[in-house]
């Protein structure tokens, strides 16, 4: 791709000098996924399973493939929004066909990370807010740009919440949403009082440009109160223990301007006429209008989320949970592809995704019909997605959590997809040097191929770009996961060191900063790179940086202490027979490797011995956090 000693220039702006030497690091970097791991399944890695890296604080999940098909490998990426009691910094996450880490950014509580093409640009879509409103949300629709700026946000209209269960972009470029909000009604109907108070299942189109009101629905206005499959339970009579009499969970507009919509406590779909908001039709529920040709197969899904038209109007997917938990029957979640004839009003099956590994999912879920032509499904409450052939064929089943904790709030994505995606941040990459291995890693960059080690002989500031005779070469290797490691060669002398990462035609992307590096430390180098190239508050992103390591030691200096003796009898054979510096791991090679592990687990607290050095390793625990009530989404 390029000479040595002849790679071309990049000028980047101005980076404030300063890096962070410190003496311990996280090992369990880049292991890749799991295997039909037994370990995994049963919690023995933890309620959420996760892998920490070198050269950033950032963590990525670790994934378990129960089931395993290279037809899966598409190039796209998967979207996850981990939450729960075990996550404790909620966010949205990209994972690559490999099953590391691409992106990932501590929003706080975040829902339905998406990929939709807007104005001829793809933007990463999804929900942040107060996700603790009984099941319900107010909050705010994020659009991020290919560099993970934030190009738009979406709020509610006419000062209405912005609820987490839908954010859709329609064939006409304007987003659809739902709304709770709490208002009064006359619930004698439903054995209530004449004055009670009502959450109100309400979605609202807007603008995306200028959050303009475009249409507004309401289900009080078209729904009796007795079409609910969920009882009042005690609420509605007070306006600070409203009922959810309907639980809207998707909407989706057609070419002809009307709506679908997906009411989970009356388990139906609602076509509405988008003029007059008027009901055209209804599928399942009480008052189903459609003929079912697969003898009650098309119609009676019940608590189902997520219905999409799909065949320019003449079929619909839908995640069927059949399932609620308390007081209801639980029952195994299903995908469901329908066809639809509004002219003879029949509805038949046309593919059931059943997962030979029964889930019952009691709340969210999702299902994407793939550019490749398989069909994803993500089971929401429960820690795990699974890619089908279009014909129901199971080709890959994977779990992000164990599956002996689904259920328990542990840990949970509202939905899933998959898409392509590129991403070109306007960060630097992250560096750290340790002896003779130096760990990068970019996040969220996609496009990068090779990365490139120089040398020079000159004490060069962190920034400094230029490519004179001071600058060599040292050495290229191709980018593996969300951090690579790189052998430094044994024969080097230069003592300023960065990297640049190169894409598949040589193209330099960006580096990282220089470092001055020296063999013989027992302390690892950290280079800024987590914040924009021009920010003016990098030194202060690092200085944080070292602040939590050093931090760290301190609150857990009681903890080895008291776990040293059984740490060095445990594990003194193991220690004996590492290298000093970083130890690269192992890819997915289709099985399980117990020694890829880290050397001992003592609840929270993860100890190993590096080297001379003592390493640290800390799986965060959940906050304790109260979820929502049992109908969450």
Same mark, same amino acid.
């Given at each position: 791709?390029?000479?040595?000693?002849?790679?071309?220039?990049?000028?980047?702006?101005?980076?404030?000098?300063?890096?962070?030497?410190?003496?311990?690091?996280?090992?369990?970097?880049?292991?890749?996924?799991?295997?039909?791991?037994?370990?995994?399944?049963?919690?023995?890695?933890?309620?959420?399973?996760?892998?920490?890296?070198?050269?950033?604080?950032?963590?990525?999940?670790?994934?378990?493939?129960?089931?395993?098909?290279?037809?899966?490998?598409?190039?796209?990426?998967?979207?996850?929004?981990?939450?729960?009691?075990?996550?404790?910094?909620?966010?949205?996450?990209?994972?690559?066909?490999?099953?590391?880490?691409?992106?990932?950014?501590?929003?706080?509580?975040?829902?339905?990370?998406?990929?939709?093409?807007?104005?001829?640009?793809?933007?990463?879509?999804?929900?942040?807010?107060?996700?603790?409103?009984?099941?319900?949300?107010?909050?705010?629709?994020?659009?991020?740009?290919?560099?993970?700026?934030?190009?738009?946000?979406?709020?509610?209209?006419?000062?209405?919440?912005?609820?987490?269960?839908?954010?859709?972009?329609?064939?006409? $470029?304007?987003?659809?949403?739902?709304?709770?909000?709490?208002?009064?009604?006359?619930?004698?109907?439903?054995?209530?009082?004449?004055?009670?108070?009502?959450?109100?299942?309400?979605?609202?189109?807007?603008?995306?440009?200028?959050?303009?009101?475009?249409?507004?629905?309401?289900?009080?206005?078209?729904?009796?109160?007795?079409?609910?499959?969920?009882?009042?339970?005690?609420?509605?009579?007070?306006?600070?223990?409203?009922?959810?009499?309907?639980?809207?969970?998707?909407?989706?507009?057609?070419?002809?301007?009307?709506?679908?919509?997906?009411?989970?406590?009356?388990?139906?779909?609602?076509?509405?006429?988008?003029?007059?908001?008027?009901?055209? #039709?209804?599928?399942?529920?009480?008052?189903?209008?459609?003929?079912?040709?697969?003898?009650?197969?098309?119609?009676?899904?019940?608590?189902?989320?997520?219905?999409?038209?799909?065949?320019?109007?003449?079929?619909?997917?839908?995640?069927?949970?059949?399932?609620?938990?308390?007081?209801?029957?639980?029952?195994?979640?299903?995908?469901?592809?329908?066809?639809?004839?509004?002219?003879?009003?029949?509805?038949?099956?046309?593919?059931?995704?059943?997962?030979?590994?029964?889930?019952?999912?009691?709340?969210?879920?999702?299902?994407?019909?793939?550019?490749?032509?398989?069909?994803?499904?993500?089971?929401?409450?429960?820690?795990?997605?699974? $890619?089908?052939?279009?014909?129901?064929?199971?080709?890959?089943?994977?779990?992000?959590?164990?599956?002996?904790?689904?259920?328990?709030?542990?840990?949970?994505?509202?939905?899933?997809?998959?898409?392509? #995606?590129?991403?070109?941040?306007?960060?630097?990459?992250?560096?750290?040097?340790?002896?003779?291995?130096?760990?990068?890693?970019?996040?969220?960059?996609? $496009?990068?191929?090779?990365?490139?080690?120089?040398?020079?002989?000159?004490?060069?500031?962190?920034?400094?770009?230029?490519?004179?005779?001071?600058?060599?070469?040292?050495?290229?290797?191709?980018?593996?996961?969300?951090?690579?490691?790189?052998?430094?060669?044994?024969?080097?002398?230069?003592?300023?060191?960065?990297?640049?990462?190169?894409?598949?035609?040589?193209?330099?992307?960006?580096?990282?900063? #220089?470092?001055?590096?020296?063999?013989?430390?027992?302390?690892?180098?950290?280079?800024?790179?987590?914040?924009?190239?021009?920010?003016?508050?990098?030194?202060?992103?690092?200085?944080?940086?070292?602040?939590?390591?050093?931090?760290?030691?301190?609150?857990?200096?009681?903890?080895?202490?008291?776990?040293?003796?059984?740490?060095?009898?445990?594990?003194?054979?193991?220690?004996?027979?590492?290298?000093?510096?970083?130890?690269?791991?192992?890819?997915?090679?289709?099985?399980?490797?117990?020694?890829?592990?880290?050397?001992?687990?003592?609840?929270?607290?993860?100890?190993?011995?590096?080297?001379?050095?003592?390493?640290?390793?800390?799986?965060?625990?959940?906050?304790?956090?109260?979820?929502?009530?049992?109908?969450?989404?």
């Amino acid at each position: 791709m390029y000479p040595p000693n002849m790679l071309p220039s990049r000028r980047s702006t101005h980076y404030p000098w300063f890096a962070v030497a410190t003496a311990f690091t996280f090992v369990q970097a880049d292991r890749g996924p799991y295997f039909q791991s037994s370990r995994f399944e049963h919690g023995d890695l933890g309620q959420w399973p996760t892998e920490s890296y070198r050269s950033t604080g950032l963590m990525g999940p670790m994934l378990n493939y129960v089931e395993f098909n290279p037809q899966c490998k598409d190039g796209q990426y998967t979207l996850i929004a981990p939450r729960g009691m075990a996550v404790p910094h909620s966010g949205p996450m990209i994972i690559d066909q490999d099953g590391h880490l691409v992106w990932t950014k501590h929003y706080g509580q975040t829902y339905n990370v998406n990929v939709y093409s807007y104005k001829g640009h793809d933007y990463l879509t999804f929900w942040v807010g107060n996700d603790g409103i009984v099941g319900h949300g107010d909050g705010t629709y994020y659009m991020l740009d290919s560099a993970y700026e934030e190009a738009y946000t979406v709020r509610g209209a006419n000062g209405l919440p912005a609820d987490l269960h839908e954010f859709h972009i329609t064939g006409d $470029e304007t987003a659809l949403f739902t709304v709770y909000d709490v208002v009064p009604a006359d619930l004698r109907s439903a054995g209530g009082p004449e004055k009670g108070w009502i959450w109100d299942g309400t979605f609202q189109e807007v603008d995306i440009e200028t959050g303009q009101l475009l249409f507004q629905w309401r289900a009080s206005e078209h729904f009796n109160f007795t079409d609910s499959y969920r009882g009042r339970e005690g609420n509605g009579d007070a306006e600070d223990r409203p009922w959810d009499f309907f639980h809207i969970n998707s909407v989706d507009k057609d070419a002809k301007g009307n709506f679908l919509v997906s009411s989970r406590y009356m388990s139906c779909l609602t076509y509405i006429d988008g003029r007059t908001g008027d009901i055209i #039709w209804r599928l399942g529920g009480k008052h189903n209008d459609f003929q079912d040709l697969s003898a009650g197969a098309a119609t009676n899904f019940t608590w189902q989320h997520h219905a999409r038209f799909r065949d320019n109007g003449t079929a619909i997917t839908l995640f069927d949970n059949a399932s609620r938990g308390e007081g209801a029957p639980r029952l195994t979640s299903r995908g469901l592809y329908l066809d639809i004839d509004t002219q003879q009003m029949t509805a038949k099956v046309r593919h059931e995704y059943w997962n030979p590994h029964p889930i019952s999912s009691e709340s969210q879920g999702s299902v994407q019909l793939l550019d490749s032509g398989n069909v994803l499904l993500g089971y929401g409450s429960n820690a795990a997605w699974t $890619e089908y052939s279009i014909a129901g064929a199971v080709l890959c089943h994977v779990h992000f959590g164990p599956e002996s904790a689904f259920g328990a709030a542990n840990i949970l994505s509202y939905r899933v997809f998959k898409h392509a #995606w590129t991403g070109r941040p306007r960060t630097n990459p992250d560096l750290a040097l340790y002896r003779y291995e130096a760990a990068v890693s970019w996040n969220g960059a996609t $496009e990068v191929a090779t990365w490139v080690l120089q040398g020079s002989d000159t004490q060069l500031d962190l920034d400094d770009d230029d490519d004179d005779d001071s600058t060599t070469f040292l050495t290229a290797v191709p980018k593996s996961g969300f951090e690579t490691i790189i052998p430094i060669p044994a024969q080097t002398t230069q003592r300023s060191l960065r990297v640049r990462g190169l894409n598949a035609t040589g193209q330099i992307l960006g580096a990282t900063v #220089w470092l001055h590096w020296d063999p013989a430390s027992e302390e690892v180098l950290l280079g800024p790179g987590d914040r924009d190239s021009d920010s003016d508050d990098a030194t202060s992103s690092a200085a944080v940086r070292a602040f939590m390591f050093f931090a760290a030691v301190v609150f857990f200096a009681v903890v080895l202490a008291m776990c040293a003796w059984s740490v060095r009898r445990r594990f003194a054979a193991r220690a004996a027979d590492r290298e000093p510096g970083f130890h690269k791991v192992d890819d997915f090679a289709g099985a399980e490797h117990e020694h890829d592990l880290s050397d001992g687990e003592f609840g929270d607290v993860e100890l190993s011995l590096l080297g001379a050095g003592r390493v640290l390793s800390h799986s965060h625990s959940a906050s304790g956090r109260e979820l929502f009530d049992d109908d969450d989404e």
